[in-house]
């Protein structure tokens, strides 16, 4: 089997938001602090109609519809996501009403949680799949849906909701090269969901951004090492086109790339040019943990890398900027961005992609790129994610219309026996959303 990777994608965002600028007025933050400081635009939510199970079933029919395919043709559906409705029901048994229809029901598969890692977790389940002796020649199929959402504070701007699906199978334009590939993986308190009555998480934020960035190292260095011992040369950031990151907000990302550029200075890399060792010589020998707590270190990294990050990394920052944290779909949603945004000089160029899930798991991976072909082409990818129409057709709420909603939410968390205002006013068609949840808990789902 050559190739195996992705061969279409789609994305699904509710068309609820807020801009950060007038959230940071509402919640008396300084001027700047979010849309600089975290270096995010607006931040999509879930209106009291959708919640991950919709999304979810909106984002697979919409790919299956606008590729073509089959849904006879699906072996295998996992799905990634840290939001739990039903505990011990899997959303993937929610999807399966798409299949039987069809009179599929031999698909394997349930969901994988870890915070924001569990879309690559069921990512990679497919793509082993697929290379393995089990395959029986049918797509895997990966769904990535979250709602990000905090309680009042700090951690609350970097909220966001979304949900993707990704077609998996040979001859993909976005392979996967299995051999470059590198976990970090530990236990950690830095984020969490102990509070079973509340859809809120315990979140220790400046532990998560460490434990964010030393993931990001001790990945980056095994993920090196590998790559030296199969390909017989050093790896640097000159090696990959693009860079794709979790982006809980962006100026993780702009840090976590100044960091890969630190660590090659440190490994020596012959790419890094001497107007970058001028610049990174004063902490050249700074401990790890020093290296971590430096805030010249900070500033002095993201000086010397953003020319490269303007090339590298900015064309992923679309959507997580636009949308907000999605936790599962989040890197996802970058690796789209730059799909949409360079789809027609992608051909034979390399994308290194970085997942961090808080407790902690994360994984460094690398895909190799093509045109591809028919509805599995680059070119095809692009215009079925058409984000900026999809970005510009949202309706922007105010501020407190935003918190209203988180309020009713907190309400209707865990609840039972009521019914939605089923106001679809602002969904596209063909999108599902929540009409009404019985006295036993169940729910029920309409499309528009
Ligand atoms: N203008 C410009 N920049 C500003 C301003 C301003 N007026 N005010 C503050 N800033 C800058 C700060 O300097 C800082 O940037 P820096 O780190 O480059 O110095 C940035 O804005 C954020 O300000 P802080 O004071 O550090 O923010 P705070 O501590 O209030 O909250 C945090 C930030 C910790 C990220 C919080 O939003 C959070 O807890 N989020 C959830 C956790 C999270 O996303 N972690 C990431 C990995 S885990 C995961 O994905 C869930």
């Not at 929540?434 to 309409?446: C, K, N, P």
Request: charged share 25%.
């Amino acid at each position: 089997k050559k190739d195996v990777g992705i061969l279409a994608m789609d994305i699904y965002f509710p068309p609820t938001c807020v801009l950060q600028e007038s959230l940071e007025a509402h919640d008396g933050a300084s001027k700047g602090k979010y849309t600089i400081g975290l270096g995010q635009d607006c931040m999509a939510f879930c209106s009291e109609v959708e919640d991950v199970i919709s999304m979810s079933m909106t984002v697979v029919t919409s790919l299956l519809k606008k590729y073509k395919v089959d849904p006879k043709l699906i072996g295998r559906l996992e799905v990634g996501s840290e939001t739990v409705i039903d505990k011990s029901k899997s959303i993937k048994t929610w999807l399966m009403q798409i299949f039987e229809e069809c009179g599929n029901t031999d698909i394997e598969g349930v969901d994988s949680s870890n915070a924001c890692y569990g879309g690559t977790a069921a990512l990679l389940n497919c793509v082993n799949w697929v290379e393995s002796n089990s395959w029986d020649g049918r797509y895997g199929l990966v769904v990535c849906t979250d709602s990000a959402v905090y309680a009042e504070g700090p951690a609350r701007p970097t909220g966001g909701a979304a949900a993707i699906a990704m077609l998996i199978g040979p001859n993909a334009p976005i392979a996967f090269e299995s051999k470059y590939k590198a976990s970090h993986m530990a236990h950690v308190y830095d984020f969490y969901k102990p509070d079973l009555a509340s859809e809120y998480p315990v979140v220790d934020g400046k532990l998560s951004q460490t434990c964010y960035l030393m993931a990001l190292d001790s990945c980056y260095r095994q993920f090196c090492k590998k790559y030296e011992k199969l390909a017989g040369k050093k790896f640097s950031i000159s090696d990959a086109d693009y860079f794709v990151f979790h982006s809980p907000y962006n100026k993780l990302v702009q840090k976590s790339f100044a960091r890969l550029y630190y660590n090659d200075f440190t490994r020596d890399c012959s790419s890094v040019d001497n107007y970058a060792k001028e610049k990174f010589q004063p902490f050249s020998n700074l401990t790890g943990e020093e290296s971590y707590q430096s805030r010249d270190l900070e500033k002095a990294s993201q000086q010397v890398a953003k020319p490269l990050y303007d090339i590298k990394v900015q064309p992923s920052t679309l959507l997580p900027k636009q949308i907000g944290n999605m936790y599962t779909a989040s890197l996802y949603a970058a690796l789209a961005s730059v799909l949409y945004n360079k789809h027609a000089s992608l051909d034979g160029q390399r994308i290194v992609l970085f997942s961090y899930g808080s407790g902690l798991t994360s994984t460094m991976f690398s895909l190799k790129l093509n045109h591809g072909q028919g509805p599995f082409s680059l070119s095809n990818i692009a215009s079925v994610l058409n984000a900026t129409e999809k970005l510009e057709s949202r309706h922007m709420t105010l501020p407190e219309k935003f918190v209203e909603t988180l309020k009713l939410m907190e309400h209707r968390y865990g609840a039972k026996d009521f019914e939605t205002s089923k106001d679809t006013s602002l969904l596209p068609p063909g999108t599902f959303y929540l009409t009404r949840v019985d006295s036993m808990y169940r729910r029920f789902y309409e499309r528009k």
